[in-house]
């Protein structure tokens, strides 16, 4: 059963750069078949797709955050990661990962990671 | 690209109806047979219950079901239980390799 397990700091200061990383297990992260994606969710506030990678190393971003989003993928740890730079509180959120999977095109998410708790402040 | 538009909340008495909306753009939701919708209980994470309009994962009972018209989805609970109170949040491809979440929909059973 494939599962996804975020990891990284709880705690940034703004300004610096926020780093997490998602682990995947029970699957294999270079499956042609899927994309992998991350997704946040501000406290008390609704989802915001961030962005998907290919295990290839194609990236899609969501336009809002294009400019401080990176994200990459490891083959060989089996894990994918987010890099959002210039951080602000607005940033403060749970961040989840998840795979982007679809019978003949990938366009639904499943499954997600538990999420993580990253908070911005000084 | 623009956060689909859902109702804030809904609500029904057990054995009820209740009908979620979900509001896009010919851009996403009216080009793209790709809406799904995710149920989320309070503290987890998001869960599948209607992927490609009207399909539903194994494992989700048949009283979710989905469909769409126009630039709109809609995301039906039939036969209300305790345990479908939770939030739902729709999603749409948005093409070019993008997505669009709803702003989310608070369901109370009553």
């Known amino acids: 059963q494939l599962q996804l397990q975020e990891s990284g700091p709880g705690l940034v200061k703004p300004s610096e750069t926020l780093s997490l990383t998602c682990t995947v297990s029970g699957g294999s992260i270079s499956s042609g078949d899927y994309y992998w994606g991350w997704i946040r969710q501000p406290p008390g506030k609704g989802l915001e797709w961030i962005g998907s990678i290919y295990y290839s190393g194609s990236t899609y971003y969501n336009p809002s955050l294009k400019s401080r989003v990176t994200i990459s993928v490891d083959t060989s740890k089996n894990q994918f990661s987010l890099k959002l730079n210039s951080v602000t509180a607005a940033d403060t959120a749970v961040y989840y990962c998840a795979r982007v999977y679809g019978d003949s095109f990938p366009n639904w998410f499943d499954p997600w990671g538990q999420g993580t708790l990253v908070t911005v402040s000084s | 690209q623009s956060a689909l538009t859902q109702p804030p909340s809904a609500s029904g008495s057990p054995g009820q109806s209740v009908t979620i909306s979900c509001t896009g753009t010919?851009?996403?939701?009216?080009?793209?047979?790709?809406v799904s919708w995710y149920q989320q209980h309070p503290g987890k994470a998001p869960k599948v219950t209607i992927y490609e309009v009207s399909k539903r994962p194994s494992g989700v009972p048949d009283r979710f079901s989905g469909s769409k018209s126009g630039n709109t989805a809609s995301l039906t609970v039939s036969g209300l239980q305790a345990e479908d109170e939770a939030d739902y949040y729709c999603s749409s491809y948005a093409g070019s390799n993008n997505y669009v979440f709803g702003t989310g929909t608070k369901v109370t059973v009553l």
């Open positions: 010919s851009s996403d939701v009216g080009r793209y047979n790709y």
